[in-house]
């Protein structure tokens, strides 16, 4: 556990040295709210509530899919990583601090987003739902934090930025991230379910409301999980292959 903690706060201190790439990761979310959901929904209590629930799951999205995506990959290219790789302690403790410390960054990039919901929108929530909305933040942020281990492990620090930026945005869409539940367009609303970016929402939803989430998401949820568990592990498994080969 201290390992892991100092890999966490490398990580930390790595980040917060370019201050652009923690209010990049918050910008969209908050910008999102700011002209979306504020004139829109703002004020409707039950809508302002699961808009705001909406982009938190935005917010969530945009710090690991880039994070991890460009992250590793970057750090791939820098001579520290292999010799990091070369310590007795292992891959865990690096692997789990650099998820730790993306976990804060995360909770971080949706702080404007509650701000502003607070603030400028009828959104209410009670204490419980607040607790339950911050824990479940830690749950849908798996399935995107592999998709960016995934990116990162794959791909060099070019192809990575491209390919995070072509992701992200059909995900936000299709999922219905920037529609209320159950007024998206018929497209999006046959598509939503099986993307993870649904059940992901679906989840913040019921965690801040009396929503039922659809149970073909939350298994496709499921299913993106175990898919993208499997391909970071590849991936990873092959660039230490490459590496020390």
Do not use: C
Not at 154 to 176: D, E, M, N, R, T
Not at 177 to 187: E, I, R, T, V, Y
Not at 195 to 209: D, F, N, Q, S
Request: aromatic share 10%; glycine share 10%.
């Amino acid at each position: 556990m201290p390992l892991t903690l100092v890999h966490a706060r490398y990580q930390l201190l790595e980040t917060i040295r370019i201050p652009v790439a923690v209010v990049g990761s918050a910008f969209f979310p908050a910008a999102a709210m700011l002209f979306f959901v504020v004139p829109f929904a703002g004020d409707d209590p039950t809508g302002a509530t699961y808009a705001t629930a909406a982009m938190v799951t935005f917010a969530v999205m945009s710090a690991n899919i880039f994070q991890y995506g460009v992250g590793v990959a970057e750090d791939r290219d820098q001579p520290w990583n292999p010799y990091t790789r070369t310590l007795p302690a292992g891959p865990g403790p690096r692997l789990a601090g650099r998820i730790l410390a993306g976990l804060v960054l995360t909770y971080l990039s949706m702080l404007p987003v509650v701000v502003i919901a607070a603030v400028a929108t009828a959104a209410r929530i009670t204490p419980v739902g607040l607790l339950l909305g911050a824990a479940t933040v830690a749950v849908v942020s798996v399935p995107f934090t592999l998709l960016g281990l995934a990116i990162g492990y794959s791909l060099p620090s070019k192809a990575a930025i491209v390919v995070a930026q072509v992701i992200f945005f059909p995900l936000a869409f299709g999922g219905g991230l920037l529609s209320a539940p159950g007024d998206a367009p018929g497209f999006i609303q046959a598509v939503a379910p099986f993307l993870p970016t649904r059940g992901a929402v679906e989840l913040m939803w019921a965690a801040v409301g009396d929503w039922r989430p659809d149970p073909l998401a939350l298994a496709m949820l499921g299913v993106w999980i175990v898919l993208l568990a499997t391909v970071s592990g590849w991936a990873y498994r092959r660039d230490e292959g490459r590496r020390f080969s």
